[in-house]
């Protein structure tokens, strides 16, 4: 991703992660973090309690210990969304946006679009993020799975607060679930948020007050929301109140400071930043899926739990999807 930046004379700001400890408790999170950048080639080091406010002045680690991360950059999806949109035209690909898809007969490699228009394939791909496992399930696969949305709701930090943060600064996560906690993100434009939470969405586009939200959709949501809670497997009962609570400024800012203890609620201004997570449930295990999870069809691929890193891994990602799932014909 970084490289198609440069190719495409994209702008990227190679900021650098600084993970840190929140509680006493997050100490081996952090070294097992460390390992696994180690066995995958990513540069990371250790910095203790000196070199981390000699790095990043507002930030604290409960354990006097961080982990940085130097190659981490940030870059603009929507402007390499505007680029490769441009790229795959050039190349003679036809985009049709706002394209619904009704009906899908796999035996025929046919499907059927709402307004009734019909079109053949050779191999279909569905990545189709909140509707991935609706669209799925149309082609006869992955039925053991279906979405449960998680939002996640961003405050921007005041530029006029006297907080300046230089990096990336996140807690370290919870590796039982699928969520990064509350950290900072600095745009290209020099913007600074603090998010995402992860509570409950409840419709697939669900993503300011009730719009997107139907009464069928929120209501099977809100039972597998509750089967979760009841079961409380893998910290969900403890993780369905923190999350909760975040809803509220108060309790928003209550997380952030554990990041950087000098900001206050005052400091967060509201924004329309906002992220709805296509997380899927496995029905079968009553667990969410925690990695990348791509199932395939009859002349079919279906790409149905692509999580973080999912933009930043994307190109990758495609290389292994091309070569692992999609016949060459030629």
């Keep these: 991703m970084a490289q198609y930046h440069k190719d495409s004379q994209l702008r990227l700001d190679r900021r650098g992660k600084i993970l840190i400890a929140t509680c006493e408790e997050d100490s081996p999170q952090l070294d097992l973090l460390a390992q696994r950048a180690k066995l995958n080639g990513v540069e990371a080091e250790f910095l203790d309690a000196q070199a981390l406010k000699e790095l990043e002045p507002e930030a604290r680690s409960a354990t006097g210990k961080a982990l940085w991360v130097p190659s981490t950059a940030v870059g603009s999806p929507a402007e390499v969304m505007k680029t490769l949109v441009g790229e795959v035209k050039s190349m003679g690909v036809e985009l049709r946006c706002n394209a619904l898809l009704a009906q899908a007969k796999p035996e025929r490699k046919m499907v059927t679009f709402k307004n009734g228009e019909t079109v053949g394939y050779g191999h279909a791909i569905n990545a189709s993020g909140l ?140 924004t329309e930043k906002v992220g709805i997570r296509a997380q899927m449930l496995d029905k079968q295990t009553g667990r969410l899926v925690t990695d990348f999870l791509v199932e395939r069809g009859e002349s079919s691929t279906h790409i149905l739990n692509a999580i973080s890193p999912a933009w930043t891994s994307a190109f990758p990602f495609a290389r292994y999807i091309c070569d692992h799932f999609i016949e060459r014909t030629n």
């Design 131 to 270: 509707h991935a496992d609706r669209l799925a399930h149309l082609f006869g696969v992955g039925r053991r799975y279906t979405l449960l949305p998680f939002k996640g709701i961003y405050w921007k930090l005041d530029p006029d607060s006297g907080i300046r943060i230089h990096h990336l600064i996140y807690p370290v996560p919870d590796l039982r679930v699928p969520f990064l906690g509350v950290h900072t993100t600095t745009t290209t434009d020099g913007s600074t948020y603090f998010g995402p939470t992860a509570v409950p969405a409840f419709g697939r586009e669900n993503y300011n007050g009730l719009r997107g939200v139907s009464i069928g959709e929120a209501g099977r949501i809100s039972l597998l929301l509750l089967r979760q809670y009841v079961s409380g497997r893998d910290g969900f009962r403890r993780l369905a109140v923190q999350e909760g609570r975040r809803y509220f400024k108060s309790w928003f800012a209550d997380a952030a400071q554990a990041v950087v203890p000098r900001l206050r609620p005052e400091h967060l201004q509201p």
